[in-house]
Protein backbone atom coordinates (compact mmCIF):
# COMPACT_ATOMS: atom_id res chain seq x y z
CA UNK A 1 0.00 0.00 0.00
CA UNK A 2 1.32 3.25 -1.14
CA UNK A 3 1.53 6.01 1.57
CA UNK A 4 -0.69 8.55 1.81
CA UNK A 5 0.75 11.97 1.26
CA UNK A 6 -0.48 15.31 1.80
CA UNK A 7 0.08 18.07 -0.79
CA UNK A 8 1.35 20.90 1.61
CA UNK A 9 3.13 24.56 1.39
CA UNK A 10 4.54 27.69 3.89
CA UNK A 11 2.76 30.82 3.64
CA UNK A 12 5.83 33.12 4.47
CA UNK A 13 9.45 31.81 4.46
CA UNK A 14 11.39 34.45 6.72
CA UNK A 15 12.83 32.62 10.04
CA UNK A 16 10.18 30.84 11.24
CA UNK A 17 8.29 29.77 7.86
CA UNK A 18 11.66 29.04 6.45
CA UNK A 19 12.06 25.76 8.98
CA UNK A 20 8.54 24.79 8.86
CA UNK A 21 9.42 24.03 5.07
CA UNK A 22 12.29 22.35 5.74
CA UNK A 23 10.25 19.94 7.84
CA UNK A 24 7.89 19.37 5.36
CA UNK A 25 10.32 18.10 3.15
CA UNK A 26 11.80 15.41 5.15
CA UNK A 27 7.90 14.07 6.41
CA UNK A 28 7.33 10.80 4.02
CA UNK A 29 3.64 11.85 4.08
CA UNK A 30 4.04 15.48 3.01
CA UNK A 31 4.18 16.80 -0.46
CA UNK A 32 5.71 20.00 -0.32
CA UNK A 33 4.29 22.14 -3.52
CA UNK A 34 5.45 25.15 -2.75
CA UNK A 35 6.42 28.20 -0.49
CA UNK A 36 5.08 31.96 -0.47
CA UNK A 37 7.01 34.81 0.13
CA UNK A 38 6.12 38.91 -0.68
CA UNK A 39 10.13 38.76 -1.10
CA UNK A 40 10.94 37.06 -4.52
CA UNK A 41 14.23 36.45 -3.42
CA UNK A 42 13.53 34.98 -0.22
CA UNK A 43 10.37 32.68 -2.24
CA UNK A 44 13.01 31.67 -4.82
CA UNK A 45 15.89 30.78 -1.91
CA UNK A 46 14.16 28.40 0.35
CA UNK A 47 12.67 26.96 -2.85
CA UNK A 48 15.89 25.83 -4.65
CA UNK A 49 17.25 24.80 -1.48
CA UNK A 50 14.44 22.27 -1.05
CA UNK A 51 13.57 21.33 -4.79
CA UNK A 52 10.10 23.05 -4.73
CA UNK A 53 8.27 25.77 -6.33
CA UNK A 54 8.40 29.22 -4.97
CA UNK A 55 5.15 31.68 -5.22
CA UNK A 56 4.30 35.86 -4.45
CA UNK A 57 1.17 35.30 -4.32
CA UNK A 58 -0.70 32.57 -1.33
CA UNK A 59 -4.05 32.92 -3.92
CA UNK A 60 -2.01 31.33 -6.74
CA UNK A 61 -2.51 27.94 -4.29
CA UNK A 62 -5.62 27.82 -2.98
CA UNK A 63 -6.53 25.13 -4.90
CA UNK A 64 -3.29 23.28 -5.45
CA UNK A 65 -3.13 22.50 -1.28
CA UNK A 66 -4.44 19.95 1.04
CA UNK A 67 -2.60 21.86 3.96
CA UNK A 68 -0.83 25.01 4.54
CA UNK A 69 1.65 26.29 7.48
CA UNK A 70 0.89 29.99 7.76
CA UNK A 71 4.20 32.14 9.30
CA UNK A 72 2.99 35.51 7.99
CA UNK A 73 2.96 38.67 10.49
CA UNK A 74 0.20 38.54 12.74
CA UNK A 75 -1.48 41.29 11.49
CA UNK A 76 -2.01 39.32 8.28
CA UNK A 77 -3.56 35.63 9.98
CA UNK A 78 -6.55 36.59 9.74
CA UNK A 79 -7.02 37.29 5.76
CA UNK A 80 -4.81 34.37 4.98
CA UNK A 81 -6.49 32.19 7.16
CA UNK A 82 -9.80 32.96 6.34
CA UNK A 83 -9.07 32.35 2.45
CA UNK A 84 -7.54 28.75 2.83
CA UNK A 85 -10.47 27.58 5.55
CA UNK A 86 -12.87 29.29 3.34
CA UNK A 87 -11.17 26.70 0.49
CA UNK A 88 -11.17 23.55 2.73
CA UNK A 89 -7.56 23.91 3.40
CA UNK A 90 -6.13 22.55 6.45
CA UNK A 91 -3.99 24.89 8.53
CA UNK A 92 -2.05 25.28 11.35
CA UNK A 93 -1.93 28.55 12.62
CA UNK A 94 1.61 30.36 14.14
CA UNK A 95 0.78 32.45 17.43
CA UNK A 96 -0.85 34.07 18.14
CA UNK A 97 -4.17 32.66 16.30
CA UNK A 98 -4.66 36.30 15.10
CA UNK A 99 -4.92 40.16 16.31
CA UNK A 100 -8.10 39.85 17.91
CA UNK A 101 -10.75 37.45 19.34
CA UNK A 102 -13.45 38.61 16.94
CA UNK A 103 -10.94 37.44 14.02
CA UNK A 104 -10.46 34.02 16.04
CA UNK A 105 -14.15 33.34 16.47
CA UNK A 106 -14.36 33.85 12.66
CA UNK A 107 -11.37 31.53 11.36
CA UNK A 108 -13.10 28.73 14.34
CA UNK A 109 -16.56 29.04 12.51
CA UNK A 110 -14.79 28.58 9.16
CA UNK A 111 -13.15 25.95 10.18
CA UNK A 112 -16.30 24.07 12.09
CA UNK A 113 -18.65 24.95 8.87
CA UNK A 114 -15.65 23.53 6.14
CA UNK A 115 -14.76 20.43 8.76
CA UNK A 116 -11.07 21.57 8.42
CA UNK A 117 -8.18 21.41 10.61
CA UNK A 118 -7.36 24.63 12.10
CA UNK A 119 -4.32 24.30 14.75
CA UNK A 120 -2.68 27.03 16.54
CA UNK A 121 1.44 26.88 16.56
CA UNK A 122 1.90 26.78 20.57
CA UNK A 123 5.30 24.71 19.79
CA UNK A 124 5.98 24.10 23.78
CA UNK A 125 2.60 21.69 24.04
CA UNK A 126 5.40 19.61 22.23
CA UNK A 127 8.55 19.96 24.26
CA UNK A 128 8.91 16.34 26.47
CA UNK A 129 9.06 18.68 29.49
CA UNK A 130 5.22 19.11 29.34
CA UNK A 131 4.45 15.98 27.50
CA UNK A 132 6.07 14.55 30.98
CA UNK A 133 3.37 15.84 33.22
CA UNK A 134 0.70 13.28 31.70
CA UNK A 135 -0.40 11.76 35.55
CA UNK A 136 1.09 14.28 37.63
CA UNK A 137 -0.85 17.20 38.00
CA UNK A 138 -3.24 17.39 40.64
CA UNK A 139 -4.91 20.15 41.37
CA UNK A 140 -1.99 22.75 41.25
CA UNK A 141 -2.84 26.17 43.25
CA UNK A 142 0.19 28.36 42.43
CA UNK A 143 2.17 28.09 38.87
CA UNK A 144 5.31 30.23 38.17
CA UNK A 145 7.05 31.19 35.03
CA UNK A 146 9.39 32.87 33.29
CA UNK A 147 11.07 32.93 29.81
CA UNK A 148 13.55 35.52 29.05
CA UNK A 149 15.76 36.04 25.65
CA UNK A 150 18.31 38.00 24.37
CA UNK A 151 17.00 41.11 22.27
CA UNK A 152 16.35 39.95 18.18
CA UNK A 153 14.93 42.49 15.77
CA UNK A 154 12.15 39.32 14.37
CA UNK A 155 9.16 39.38 16.22
CA UNK A 156 9.04 43.27 17.34
CA UNK A 157 5.47 43.94 15.53
CA UNK A 158 3.99 42.65 19.21
CA UNK A 159 4.57 42.94 22.48
CA UNK A 160 6.78 40.84 24.82
CA UNK A 161 3.24 39.50 25.97
CA UNK A 162 1.89 38.52 22.39
CA UNK A 163 5.77 37.43 20.85
CA UNK A 164 6.86 35.42 24.18
CA UNK A 165 4.46 35.44 27.22
CA UNK A 166 1.66 33.93 25.12
CA UNK A 167 3.35 30.76 25.16
CA UNK A 168 3.50 30.42 28.52
CA UNK A 169 -0.19 31.48 28.71
CA UNK A 170 -1.13 28.86 26.90
CA UNK A 171 0.28 26.24 28.73
CA UNK A 172 -1.24 27.46 32.07
CA UNK A 173 -4.11 27.97 30.73
CA UNK A 174 -4.59 24.36 29.89
CA UNK A 175 -2.87 23.26 32.93
CA UNK A 176 -5.63 25.40 35.51
CA UNK A 177 -8.54 24.74 33.03
CA UNK A 178 -10.55 27.78 34.94
CA UNK A 179 -12.00 31.10 33.97
CA UNK A 180 -9.76 34.24 34.75
CA UNK A 181 -11.14 35.69 37.63
CA UNK A 182 -8.78 38.39 37.81
CA UNK A 183 -5.33 40.25 36.28
CA UNK A 184 -2.79 42.29 37.61
CA UNK A 185 0.02 43.96 35.18
CA UNK A 186 2.88 45.83 34.70
CA UNK A 187 5.84 46.07 31.41
CA UNK A 188 7.65 48.23 30.10
CA UNK A 189 9.59 49.29 26.22
CA UNK A 190 13.13 49.45 26.52
CA UNK A 191 14.10 48.87 23.00
CA UNK A 192 11.20 49.21 20.97
CA UNK A 193 7.85 51.32 21.07
CA UNK A 194 6.07 47.58 22.68
CA UNK A 195 7.06 46.49 25.98
CA UNK A 196 9.66 44.66 25.83
CA UNK A 197 9.39 43.00 29.29
CA UNK A 198 6.27 42.06 31.51
CA UNK A 199 4.78 40.46 34.07
CA UNK A 200 1.44 39.53 35.11
CA UNK A 201 -0.53 37.82 37.82
CA UNK A 202 -3.18 35.66 36.86
CA UNK A 203 -5.58 34.72 39.62
CA UNK A 204 -8.46 32.08 38.19
CA UNK A 205 -11.60 31.17 39.50
CA UNK A 206 -10.65 27.88 40.76
CA UNK A 207 -8.11 30.25 43.30
CA UNK A 208 -5.16 29.11 41.30
CA UNK A 209 -2.72 31.68 40.81
CA UNK A 210 -0.10 32.13 38.37
CA UNK A 211 3.18 35.07 38.17
CA UNK A 212 4.25 34.93 34.68
CA UNK A 213 7.31 36.67 33.69
CA UNK A 214 8.60 37.58 29.88
CA UNK A 215 11.56 39.46 28.60
CA UNK A 216 13.36 40.06 25.26
CA UNK A 217 15.94 42.28 26.66
CA UNK A 218 17.65 39.53 28.58
CA UNK A 219 21.09 38.58 28.82
CA UNK A 220 20.51 34.86 28.75
CA UNK A 221 17.68 32.42 27.30
CA UNK A 222 15.59 30.93 30.05
CA UNK A 223 12.51 29.38 30.03
CA UNK A 224 11.51 27.77 33.08
CA UNK A 225 8.10 26.84 34.99
CA UNK A 226 7.38 26.08 38.91
CA UNK A 227 3.96 24.79 40.02
CA UNK A 228 3.11 24.27 43.62
CA UNK A 229 0.21 21.40 44.02
CA UNK A 230 -0.88 19.62 47.56
CA UNK A 231 0.97 16.87 46.56
CA UNK A 232 3.61 18.02 44.60
CA UNK A 233 6.32 20.93 43.55
CA UNK A 234 7.35 20.41 40.06
CA UNK A 235 10.04 21.92 38.44
CA UNK A 236 10.41 22.14 34.64
CA UNK A 237 13.20 23.56 32.40
CA UNK A 238 11.79 23.83 28.88
CA UNK A 239 15.09 24.64 27.68
CA UNK A 240 17.35 21.74 28.32
CA UNK A 241 14.32 20.01 29.04
CA UNK A 242 14.41 18.48 32.58
CA UNK A 243 11.48 17.96 34.93
CA UNK A 244 11.82 17.51 38.52
CA UNK A 245 8.71 16.31 41.06
CA UNK A 246 9.26 16.79 44.57
CA UNK A 247 7.07 15.18 47.11
CA UNK A 248 6.85 13.92 50.69
CA UNK A 249 8.99 10.94 51.31
CA UNK A 250 8.46 8.23 54.24
CA UNK A 251 10.07 8.99 57.41
CA UNK A 252 11.26 12.64 58.45
CA UNK A 253 14.67 14.39 57.98
CA UNK A 254 13.73 15.67 61.50
CA UNK A 255 10.37 15.68 64.06
CA UNK A 256 7.67 16.67 62.59
CA UNK A 257 9.60 17.55 58.98
CA UNK A 258 9.13 14.61 56.31
CA UNK A 259 11.42 13.81 54.09
CA UNK A 260 11.52 14.81 50.65
CA UNK A 261 11.76 12.47 47.88
CA UNK A 262 12.89 13.96 44.36
CA UNK A 263 12.08 11.94 40.96
CA UNK A 264 14.57 13.43 38.28
CA UNK A 265 14.04 12.85 34.34
CA UNK A 266 16.43 14.69 31.59
CA UNK A 267 14.40 13.79 28.77
CA UNK A 268 15.22 13.32 25.21
CA UNK A 269 16.02 15.86 22.79
CA UNK A 270 13.09 16.15 20.18
CA UNK A 271 12.61 18.22 16.98
CA UNK A 272 9.22 20.10 18.82
CA UNK A 273 8.89 21.93 14.85
CA UNK A 274 9.07 18.65 13.22
CA UNK A 275 6.72 16.77 16.14
CA UNK A 276 4.71 19.53 15.95
CA UNK A 277 3.88 19.21 12.63
CA UNK A 278 4.38 15.96 12.19
CA UNK A 279 1.04 16.03 14.62
CA UNK A 280 -0.66 18.37 12.19
CA UNK A 281 -0.44 15.94 9.28
CA UNK A 282 -1.55 13.11 11.44
CA UNK A 283 -4.61 15.23 11.98
CA UNK A 284 -5.16 16.25 8.98
CA UNK A 285 -5.43 12.59 7.34
CA UNK A 286 -6.76 11.06 10.58
CA UNK A 287 -9.43 13.61 11.52
CA UNK A 288 -8.42 13.61 15.10
CA UNK A 289 -8.44 16.68 16.91
CA UNK A 290 -5.34 18.63 16.98
CA UNK A 291 -3.24 19.10 19.69
CA UNK A 292 -4.10 23.07 20.23
CA UNK A 293 -7.01 23.66 18.49
CA UNK A 294 -8.57 26.88 17.38
CA UNK A 295 -10.50 27.84 20.71
CA UNK A 296 -6.93 26.61 22.46
CA UNK A 297 -5.67 29.58 20.53
CA UNK A 298 -8.43 31.98 21.07
CA UNK A 299 -8.41 31.16 24.94
CA UNK A 300 -4.30 32.31 25.30
CA UNK A 301 -5.21 35.07 22.94
CA UNK A 302 -8.15 36.50 25.09
CA UNK A 303 -6.07 36.17 28.26
CA UNK A 304 -2.70 37.90 26.41
CA UNK A 305 -5.09 40.29 25.57
CA UNK A 306 -6.12 40.99 29.27
CA UNK A 307 -2.56 41.35 29.99
CA UNK A 308 -2.48 44.01 27.47
CA UNK A 309 -5.45 46.03 28.80
CA UNK A 310 -3.64 46.35 32.63
CA UNK A 311 -0.17 47.14 31.22
Known amino acids: MSLRKSRVAVIGVGYLGKFHAEKYSMLPNAELVGVVDIDPEKADEVASAL ?3 PFADYRDLLDKVDAVSIAVPTVCHYQVAREFLSHGVHILLEKPITSTVEEADELIRIAHEQNVVLQVGHIERFNPAIMALDGVLNG ?3 IESIRIAP ?4 G ?3 NVVIDLMIHDIDIIQNI ?13 PVFTSEEDIANARIIFENGCVANVTASRISMKSERRMRIFQPDAYITLDFQHKKVAVLRK ?7 GVPN ?3 EEKVLEQVDALKEEISSFLESVQSGKTPVVTGEDGKRALEIALLINTKL
Do not use: L, N
Open 176 to 188: VRSPVRQIHSIGA
Open 140 to 142: PRF
Open 260 to 262: VKI
Open 249 to 255: GDGEMFP
Open 51 to 53: GTT
Open 156 to 158: TDV
Open 151 to 154: FKPR
